[in-house]
């Protein structure tokens, strides 16, 4: 059953393939698939890499603090 991708995965994929063409379509879909999967670093990653391609550098940033935090909370 694990070979099937996660909703997060989906959601995450989906939004890659959305930024070019509908990135408030692709935010939603980050934004979500960080919701469902938050501990995993792979959407807020994929996101912080989207947000610098859209030339929102401080979000970006805001995401991989978050992601710094975790790390050293856990």
Known sequence: DRLRPTESE??????????????????????RAIELDHPAPGPKVAYATFLLDQGRPAEALEQVQDLERRAYAD
């Open 10 to 31: 989906r959601l995450v994929a989906e939004a890659r393939e959305l930024a070019g063409s509908d990135p408030d379509g692709a935010d939603e879909r980050f934004r």
